[in-house]
């Protein structure tokens, strides 16, 4: 089955521990991306990678990181997470189909509470 | 900058009613538009993709529409169910590079 994974679907943690959230698909897809949402300003993205070792910075990329070392997997790392980084984690992967096609598949989520 | 908006933010239907969602976007040059359905504490499920060159997309008892010039697109629910009940999103994208850009949704109730 087409999916996109990601452990761990639930986290509290306390500021300055460092996590890492991890992030899969089966799909053979290129382009992955990380969102997070948020109460009152939806989705947006921190961060994607069009292919392996080449990731790019999104919207809110400040207090995260990204590796690419495998198609399949893109780990979002929070080296020192702090409050307001509490939010809901989406991991997403797309097939690029050309001229206007492209679909994204978006995983299950994340919810990380940091105290 | 792409904006994204979502009219009504909060709609609540009987069961068997005919719904329409709405969509309006800033910057008409568009790659493609979106439609996706989130569940509580759940992703997001792709529903309908338009590309910048279309008019609409049909699935079974829904049909997105697309008007670029005036910078809308519209989801339409025939005969909603109590299992339509979900946040819906619109998402558009500039370019084949770019990040979608979301709107902050629609939330449905339908009422049985």
């Known amino acids: 089955e087409a999916q996109v994974t990601q452990n761990p679907r639930y986290l509290i943690t306390v500021t300055g521990k460092k996590l890492t959230v991890t992030c899969s698909q089966n799909?053979?897809?290129?382009?992955m991306s990380w969102y997070r949402q948020d109460p009152g300003l939806g989705l947006r993205q921190i961060y994607y990678?069009?292919?392996?070792?080449?990731?790019d910075k999104g919207d809110v990329p400040e207090g995260y990181k990204v590796s690419r070392k495998e198609k399949r997997n893109f780990p979002l790392i929070l080296e020192s997470p702090s409050p307001n980084q509490t939010s809901l984690y989406f991991c997403?992967?797309?097939?690029?189909?050309?001229?206007?096609?492209?679909?994204?598949?978006f995983g299950p989520g994340t919810r990380l509470t940091v105290l | 900058k792409q904006e994204v908006t979502q009219i009504p933010a909060a709609l609540s239907v009987p069961e068997g009613e005919n719904l329409v969602l709405n969509c309006s976007f800033t910057?008409?040059?568009?790659?493609?538009l979106q439609w996706f359905r989130q569940d509580p504490g759940k992703g997001l499920t792709s529903l309908l993709l338009?590309?910048?060159?279309?008019r609409e997309q049909t699935s079974g008892r829904l049909n997105a529409s697309l008007d670029k010039s005036s910078g809308r697109s519209t989801l339409y629910i025939a005969a909603s169910q109590p299992g339509d009940s979900a946040t819906y999103l619109c998402?558009?994208?500039?370019?084949?590079?770019?990040?979608?850009?979301f709107g902050k949704g629609t939330r449905l109730s339908v009422i049985a």
């Open positions: 997403a992967s797309t097939r690029r189909g050309g001229a206007g096609t492209d679909t994204q598949y």
């Open positions: 799909m053979n897809h290129e382009y």
């Open positions: 990678s069009m292919n392996v070792e080449v990731t």
């Open positions: 910057d008409s040059a568009i790659y493609n």
């Open positions: 338009i590309q910048s060159s279309q």
């Open positions: 998402a558009v994208r500039n370019s084949g590079n770019t990040p979608l850009v």
